[in-house]
T-cell receptor, first 112, second 114 residues
């Protein structure tokens, strides 16, 4: 069953602007991860946030997690054309942390 | 992407063919995964191996047969596939499957069943 759901499905912004993507999920989790996928390629792990963490940073990426609302957001600051990709959130289950369940993704287009 | 490699990158096969997908990880990980990514659908977990032992078979039809001869290699044997099996098949690995870890993906095999 689908766990993570990203919003919006597609996002188009100008280079230099910030991009915010949201993820909602249904059941309790141990961790939530964000991945990036360039067209037709493999996924690249961006950041992992555990259920007892509220915010995490990695370079131009900022992830927040609100377990009370069962939601997470990914912020990419000062976007670049190279950030054009699909972004997926993935959640695990309390009883099986290896079983990642992916959402449908947000397609981000950064216009030069 | 060089940490996990997959071959072939593209594969076209008829419904009566038998073919195999290969995955190799160079990261010293103990867990390996097969995922299926179809158009317009979320990524689906198919199989999980830990130290060459299968720990998960996510209700995958028997026309897909995984094999893990050692912790670095994973195969997916395909036979009598259906056109709806056309998809991007992704292999991934992680340090182990019991703790919370990132998964590292290969570039995928684009499979077309005619």
């Amino acid at each position: 069953s689908q766990q993570g759901e990203e919003d919006p499905q597609a996002l188009s912004i100008q280079e230099g602007e910030n991009a915010t993507m949201n993820c909602s999920y249904k059941t309790s989790i141990n961790n939530l991860q964000w991945y990036r996928q360039n067209s037709g390629r493999g996924l690249v792990h961006l950041i992992l946030i555990r259920s007892n963490e509220r915010e995490k940073h990695s370079g131009r990426l900022r992830v927040t997690l609100d377990t009370s609302k069962k939601s997470s957001s990914l912020l990419i600051t000062a976007s670049r054309a190279a950030d054009t990709a699909s972004y997926f959130c993935a959640t695990d289950r309390m009883d099986s942390s290896y079983k990642l369940i992916f959402g449908s993704g947000t397609r981000l287009l950064v216009r030069p | 992407e060089t940490g996990v490699t997959q071959t072939p990158r593209h594969l076209v096969m008829g419904m009566t063919n038998k073919k195999s997908l290969k995955c190799e990880q160079h990261l010293g990980h103990n867990a390996m995964y097969w995922y299926k990514q179809s158009a317009k659908k979320p990524l689906e977990l198919m199989f999980v191996y830990s130290l060459e032992e299968r720990v998960e078979n996510n209700s995958v039809p028997s026309r897909f047969s995984p094999e893990c001869p050692n912790s670095s290699h994973l195969f997916l044997h395909l036979h009598t596939l259906q056109p709806e099996d056309s998809a991007l098949y992704l292999c991934a690995s992680s340090q182990d499957f019991q703790s919370i870890r990132a998964q590292y993906f290969g570039p995928g095999t684009r499979l077309t069943v005619t």
